[in-house]
């Protein structure tokens, strides 16, 4: 298999890096961090990305998108990993517009994906309830028909971008089925309650009270619809991985060049160009399955198990990179001043969202047992 990029792949790859590079050096993200309203979102750069048309080039022409696909939102997202970028480019891409574009209704379409392209609409999903962290599942949240919409009654946990989002695709049952529904997160019946995950990154308490939805597509469709979510969620977790281990392994790598113990750089001690190069190979190993998870899913490939291989790698691997880079940084490490705790913080939400590498690999384990 050849997992090289194409030349218009390489330019999203690398537009989207420079934009994310020089607006979001390591003084604004402290400011970001610090700032009183914790919005965590730099709405500049989301701006700069919508003018870059980077936000749109994974949707269909038919809406103004750039008519490609779920791989070259991941080249995005592992971009946004090299920056740790305070964006919600995954909730609003992979969560929201690209499930709209495949199982939404026309004026559906019309209606969100438009917005989602010059950056004025923002969309996430609630994936989770109380108790469960890995989806699909039979959700306790339900809907009711009312009229020609539907009224819904749950609670959803760990929702991103919850607070900017202009519609929520939420998962519940209906009577014999299991539905997915837009739901307005600031309209009545819905109250949102504030966390933060290790990384600073908002993640809301959805409450449903009554409140109004509109069916995603087919409302019987839903288990399709939040299988075709999970799988690419999981997959652009690794993709933001990647470049999360990729950007921690080469400031340790520099730190480890300059700095100095005994007289000499302890990049030249053999236990630390050991670890350096045990790091680099984990990140090449989350690299390369994130990449392969990615294709086949935007190929409509089966990809159950390379889905389950990346996110292990994404998990176990990337868990040994970020310790590797604290660790080998010394007290510097800790210094809120300096950049690689971020580094060290996405890696481990990242490893806990949808699966732990011993969850996939029990799954993974499971389906190799199964198999004739």
């Known amino acids: 298999m050849d997992l090289s990029l194409s030349e ?11 934009i994310l590079t020089e607006k979001l050096p390591p003084q604004r993200l402290r400011d970001i961090e610090t700032d009183p309203a914790g919005r965590w979102f730099a709405d500049d750069v989301w701006n700069e990305l919508a003018k ?26 592992e971009q946004q990993g090299r920056t740790v970028a305070p964006l919600p480019l995954m909730p609003t891409l992979v969560l929201g517009a690209l499930p709209i574009a495949r199982f939404g209704s026309p004026e559906q379409q019309q209606q969100l994906l438009p917005g989602v392209i010059n950056g004025s609409i923002i969309l996430t999903a609630a994936l989770f309830e109380a108790g469960e962290y890995v989806v699909p599942s039979v959700p306790a949240t339900t809907a009711m028909a009312d009229g020609d919409g539907w ?10 971008a919850a607070h900017l989002a202009a519609k929520v695709l939420v998962p519940a049952r209906t009577n014999g089925s299991v539905g997915v529904f837009l739901v307005d997160p600031s309209s009545d019946g819905v109250e949102l309650e504030r966390n933060e995950a290790i990384n600073d990154e908002p993640v809301y308490l959805l409450r449903l009270k009554g409140a109004a939805g509109e069916a995603l597509g087919n409302p019987k469709q839903g288990d399709e619809i939040v299988e075709w979510i ?57 690299r390369l399955t994130a990449i392969q998870a990615a294709w086949r899913l935007s190929e409509e490939l089966p990809a159950n198990d ?12 990337g868990d040994r990179v970020v310790h590797a880079a604290q660790h080998l940084h010394g007290g510097v490490g800790v210094d809120l001043d300096y950049p690689i705790h971020r580094y060290f913080r996405w890696s481990k939400v990242i490893e806990l969202t949808l699966g732990t590498a011993t969850e996939h690999l029990r799954r993974l384990g499971q389906r190799i047992a199964a198999a004739p």
């Open 230 to 286: 999970t799988a690419r969620a999981i997959a652009a977790l690794c993709s933001i991985q990647a470049g999360v281990c990729e950007a921690a392994l080469r400031l340790t790598a520099a730190y480890v060049s300059e700095r100095e113990q005994f007289g000499s750089k302890i990049g030249t001690f053999q236990a630390v160009a050991q670890r350096i190069a045990d790091a680099y190979i984990d990140t090449e190993g989350i």
């Open 52 to 77: 870059a048309d980077l936000l749109g080039v994974c949707l269909p022409e038919s809406v103004g998108g750039g008519g490609y696909g779920f791989m070259e939102a991941c080249l995005i997202l």
């Open 306 to 317: 390379e889905v389950h291989i990346a996110k292990f790698w994404a998990s176990f691997g």
């Open 8 to 18: 218009d792949q390489q330019s999203i790859s690398d537009l989207a890096g420079r």
């Open 151 to 160: 009224r819904l009654d749950g609670e959803k946990i760990l929702v991103p």
